[in-house]
Each structure stands twice: as structure tokens, then as C-alpha cells.
Nanobody, 123 residues
């Protein structure tokens, strides 16, 4: 049974940093493309970043490019999102997603999703 559990969210002042983690179990972690998505109240879910199974190809939303960095540790079955220079508009519930197909993740249609972790950025 595939399970994704996010952690590391919290409240931080604008300009600060947070590191989110997504612990995965129930599948061969290194064989899946994974991504981070976020959703603010009253808004649609949007892509933050997606990492290809190959490990070198990444895609970042324009809104976070240059500030956020995604990485994965296959030995720990964990996906990370290092967020720096946080802005109030980054406030959202952040979700981890996984699927064998990179483009499926990129389109926001991944098979597996975590429960989310809240990130709140104050002015």
C-alpha cells in the first residue's frame, strides 16, 4: 500500500525559510516521479515542482523558480522541498504526489497523494 506523509510545515515570517519532507512507503521510491503541489483556500491546486524519475529533469512553477529547490533521497525514501525567500502568497497547504509517469505528475494527475502540510507566511 502506497503512503505519502508530508511534514515540516509551519508559520514563518516573509523572507524566511522552511524545509518540507515527504516520507514515502509501499513502493520502489526511486522508480517514481514525484512532485509538490499547493492549494490556498478558495483557489485551485497548482504545481510547485516536479522531479523526474531519472533524477536530473526538474520543473518549477514560475512563481517559485529561484526560491524553491526539490531533492530526493532514495535511501531514505524521502522527497524534500527547500523553500527560501518565502512570500505571503506562498501560504497554502502543500501536498506531495507520486506516479510512475512524469507527465502525469506534471499535469497534477498523480495516482498517489499525501495528506498535506500547512505553510503560512506572515508579513
Amino acid at each position: 500500500q502506497v503512503q505519502l506523509v508530508e511534514s515540516g510545515g509551519g508559520s514563518v515570517q516573509a523572507g524566511g525559510s522552511l524545509r518540507l519532507s515527504c516520507a514515502a512507503s509501499g513502493y520502489t521510491f526511486g522508480d517514481f516521479s514525484m512532485g509538490w503541489f499547493r492549494q490556498a483556500p478558495g483557489k485551485e491546486r497548482e504545481e510547485v515542482t516536479v522531479l523526474w524519475t531519472g533524477g536530473t529533469l526538474t520543473h518549477y512553477a514560475d512563481s517559485v523558480k529561484g526560491r524553491f529547490t526539490v531533492s530526493r533521497d532514495n535511501s531514505k525514501n524521502t522527497l524534500y522541498l527547500q523553500m527560501t525567500g518565502l512570500k505571503p502568497e506562498d501560504t497554502a497547504m502543500y501536498y506531495c504526489a507520486a506516479d510512475p509517469n512524469y507527465n502525469t505528475v506534471l499535469r497534477g494527475r498523480a495516482t498517489y497523494w499525501g495528506q498535506g502540510t500547512q505553510v503560512t507566511v506572515t508579513s
